[in-house]
């Protein structure tokens, strides 16, 4: 089209933006508190068993736990779960790494003192390969006084334990990471800390998606797959391939789990652990992350 001179050229239409695909799984809107959205909405339904002791603010995720457990709640797989509120902090950590190094998808949930009171727990399960996750609400530590509310001095205490530790912003965050960490952990063969601010998070009542039970199933898959060992180190524990969520304390097929070692053997298993089991953690957790949006 040819244009006189003097005129003014037409103007041109805005190209049309591409329209956004509609995701797989969108999410199905629920109104709740972050404990809630955490505990019921993945936890319940994707582990076989809950060990914890109640302590604020993650109290509200034994308790929803529980509830799920006496109702007669299955997975999204179909399984039965067991509850177990056990008489500490120490003793429910002792408790749900046990459970995790049968094979079983296993969650506990603690805070504050209760984090630093099973820190001595904490330190011996990577080394079993355990695959469980904490469901932490981050709280300040008793000092001068006793405090309830968010701080991260508790976390902070066991930053050295070996464990992966995932900090939401924000509950719908901290029920995302709880599905990916799970997948994470199942990989690396290592276990995780999914960490939410105490009472900020927890307590915050909103309006949240929470994830589909196709999706858990898909995502996750069941804890006796059959997978690919992903790195040379399992290839030589297990063979080409391992169950999803290894049995490592098995009757049937015993092993020698957690023996006394002197110092140079100690030496040895530390930094060979750390570079094939623990280097590979966070190229994994960058994976599912993107894998996930």
Not at 128 to 149: C, D, F, P, W, Y
Request: glycine share 8%.
């Amino acid at each position: 089209m040819s244009i006189p001179p003097g005129a003014a050229a037409p103007a041109s239409k805005p190209s049309a933006s591409p329209a956004r695909a509609k995701p797989k799984y969108p999410g199905i809107r629920v109104t709740c508190n972050g404990n809630y959205l955490v505990t019921q909405h993945v936890e319940t339904r994707i582990t076989e068993g809950g060990v914890y002791y109640p302590i604020t603010p993650s109290t509200e995720g034994g308790e929803i736990y529980q509830a799920s457990f006496a109702s007669g709640e299955l997975t999204v797989w179909g399984q039965q779960k067991v509850a177990v509120e056990a008489e500490g902090e120490h003793a429910a950590q002792g408790g749900a790494t046990a459970f995790a190094v049968t094979g079983r998808r296993t969650v506990n949930f603690t805070s504050g003192q209760g984090i630093v009171y099973a820190a001595e727990q904490y330190y011996h399960a990577p080394g079993k390969l355990s695959t469980m996750v904490i469901e932490i609400g981050a709280r300040a530590l008793t000092k001068q006084a006793l405090n309830v509310h968010c701080a991260h001095d508790d976390i902070y205490a066991v930053l050295d334990t070996g464990w992966t530790m995932l900090v939401a912003r924000d509950a719908q965050q901290a029920a995302d990471q709880a599905i990916i960490l799970r997948k994470v952990n199942e990989l690396s063969l290592n276990p995780g800390m999914n960490i939410q601010d105490g009472m900020l998070t927890t307590h915050s009542e909103r309006m949240y998606l929470a994830p589909e039970a196709e999706l858990l199933r898909e995502f996750l898959g069941a804890v006796d797959d059959q997978i690919d060992c992903p790195t040379p180190a399992q290839r030589e524990l297990f063979g080409p391939k391992r169950r999803r969520v290894p049995e490592m304390m098995d009757l049937k097929n015993p092993v020698l789990l957690g023996p006394v070692q002197n110092q140079e053997h100690h030496m040895n298993g530390v930094v060979a652990r750390r570079n094939n089991f623990n280097e590979p953690i966070l190229d994994r957790k960058s994976t599912r992350l993107n894998s996930s949006h």
